[in-house]
């Protein structure tokens, strides 16, 4: 089954600190994986796709499918990072699986 | 253009009611979708329409229908309420495509915050 984990409900850095979100996934395929953030009392949005290997906002996320991992990583934290992550996987046509998220804290 | 807009934002319940929720797009995206967010569960899928008149179930589809009669519109019912049903509901659309890319994003709706008492 496919199934996406997001071991860390809440990560808490402060500013300038190096930020790594974990997401491992399970899945047979060629997996296509995406990043989505939702900013307080904002809707969710894109954030990056793995095809794409851009870095959006000074994040990066690098498909390892040795280790089955989709990790989103900054190397120094903003306060207007703070807002949810979450990481999903594409597994069939336009149907995503998402992790259950990882709450980003960025304190001064 | 204002996206995917979501009506209402909040709704209170009694168990056994019934409601809809509506979900409108103006992208002229073939793909729409249901969510619902919990705390601990993150987003999980409850229908889906891959066009105008066609709708497929979800992970989580007992307890809702679905029907979407013109392409912007994608409607979410629960015929009778259940305190389970307590639960943010999110609407997404995307544009049909069999590649990988821009058109394989999901534009998300701002959210029904719905409660069953």
């Known amino acids: 089954a496919q199934r996406v984990t997001q071991p860390e409900k809440l990560l808490s850095v402060f500013k300038g600190a190096p930020v790594e979100l974990k997401c491992n996934y399970s899945?047979?395929?060629?997996?296509?994986l995406f990043w989505y953030v939702q900013y307080s009392r904002q809707r969710l949005q894109l954030l990056l796709r793995?095809?794409s290997r851009e870095s959006i906002k000074g994040f990066t996320a690098d498909l390892n499918k040795g280790e089955t991992s989709f990790h989103l990583k900054k190397p120094f934290a903003q306060e207007e990072d703070s807002a949810m992550y979450y990481c999903?996987?594409?597994?069939?046509?336009?149907?995503?699986?998402f992790g259950t998220g990882t709450r980003l804290l960025v304190s001064p | 253009n204002a996206g995917v807009t979501q009506t209402p934002k909040f709704r209170v319940l009694k168990t056994g009611q019934s409601m809809t929720l509506l979900c409108a797009q103006d992208?002229?995206?073939?793909?729409m979708y249901w969510y619902r967010q919990d705390p601990g569960m993150g987003l999980r899928l409850i229908h889906y329409?891959?066009?105008?008149?066609?709708?497929a179930k979800g992970e989580v589809p007992d307890g809702y229908n679905v029907s979407r009669l013109k392409k912007q519109n994608f409607l979410l019912g629960l015929e009778s309420a259940a305190p389970s049903q307590t639960s943010v509901y999110f609407c997404?659309?995307?544009?049909?495509?069999?590649?990988?890319?821009?058109?394989?994003?999901?534009?998300f709706g701002p959210g029904t915050r719905l409660l069953v008492l």
């Open positions: 329409s891959v066009g105008e008149g066609t709708t």
């Open positions: 793995h095809i």
């Open positions: 899945y047979s395929g060629s997996p296509e």
């Open positions: 997404a659309s995307s544009q049909a495509s069999g590649t990988s890319g821009d058109k394989e994003t999901q534009y």
């Open positions: 992208m002229n995206h073939e793909y």
């Open positions: 999903a996987l594409k597994p069939s046509f336009q149907k995503l699986v």
